[in-house]
């Protein structure tokens, strides 16, 4: 995985690719008011294309950091460095991670509750859903902690380097959102370009299983 390749504007393709597939009204529920349903889905594709966005944004901002550290030290490289663009990187991160939750309230808020009296297409809904509720539900903690206490993982965090590679650790998982010192575990690995990956990808497998189910691809003509 790595920083998404940094185009020459700020176009959206995937958002403009799953707007323009919501064109009309959608499939399901067919036998309730489509209006409230339309409207939710739409505000939780919005939310995803923020995901996709702040993904972009991400990559600018590091490749930006990544030149600052080039252009001052040759090898042999310090273990971690820290400098002017690396609070943003980490600002940066939290926003990819405040749109990933966005994606998880606005699916749970507003989408969920106009199905609830259509048990059968709520449960294929809910399947979607599943798959990918633990990437959820890691940025869920991840934003309580920026939101209300710190910003992970936490203040002034310095970055690691790896062969003249800049990589921003990321916590293992959140054990504790109202206490730092609870969650400064990093064995795992897990840095924040990576950990954005995951999540554009849980949420682009999301928004792409729940147009699937709204916004069904036509159907193709068998061959004569």
């Known amino acids: 995985m790595g920083a998404p390749a940094v185009g020459p504007d700020l176009f959206l393709a995937q958002r403009?690719?799953?707007?323009?597939?919501m064109i009309g009204?959608?499939?399901?529920?067919?036998?309730?008011d489509r209006g409230p349903v339309m409207e939710a889905l739409r505000e939780v594709v919005d939310a995803a294309g923020g995901v996709e966005?702040?993904?972009?944004e991400l990559g600018r901002v590091v490749v930006i950091a990544q030149g600052?550290?080039?252009?001052?030290?040759p090898p042999p490289y310090p273990a971690t460095w820290a400098g002017r663009n690396t609070p943003p990187v980490y600002y940066s991160?939290?926003?990819?991670?405040?749109?990933?939750?966005?994606?998880?309230d606005r699916f749970q808020d507003r989408l969920r509750p106009t199905l609830q009296?259509?048990?059968?297409?709520?449960?294929r809904v809910s399947r979607i859903y599943s798959r990918a509720a633990a990437t959820f539900e890691d940025a869920r903690l991840l934003a309580q902690c920026g939101l209300h206490k710190f910003t992970p993982p936490?203040?002034?965090?310095?970055?690691?380097?790896?062969?003249?590679?800049l990589l921003y650790p990321v916590t293992d998982r959140i054990v504790d959102p109202d206490d730092v010192?609870?969650?400064?575990?990093?064995?795992?690995?897990?840095?924040v370009v990576g950990v954005v990956d995951t999540y554009w990808d849980a949420v682009r497998q999301f928004t792409d299983g729940l147009l699937d189910i709204f916004y069904p691809p036509p159907a193709v003509a068998p061959n004569p």
């Open 117 to 123: 009296a259509d048990l059968p297409l709520r449960i």
């Open 53 to 56: 966005f702040s993904r972009d």
């Open 25 to 32: 009204v959608p499939a399901e529920p067919a036998r309730l």
């Open 181 to 191: 010192r609870a969650n400064l575990s990093f064995g795992a690995g897990r840095h």
């Open 68 to 73: 600052e550290f080039t252009a001052l030290f």
């Open 93 to 104: 991160f939290v926003e990819a991670v405040d749109w990933t939750r966005t994606v998880r």
């Open 154 to 165: 936490y203040d002034n965090a310095p970055a690691r380097v790896e062969n003249g590679v």
């Open 16 to 21: 403009t690719a799953w707007f323009r597939r």
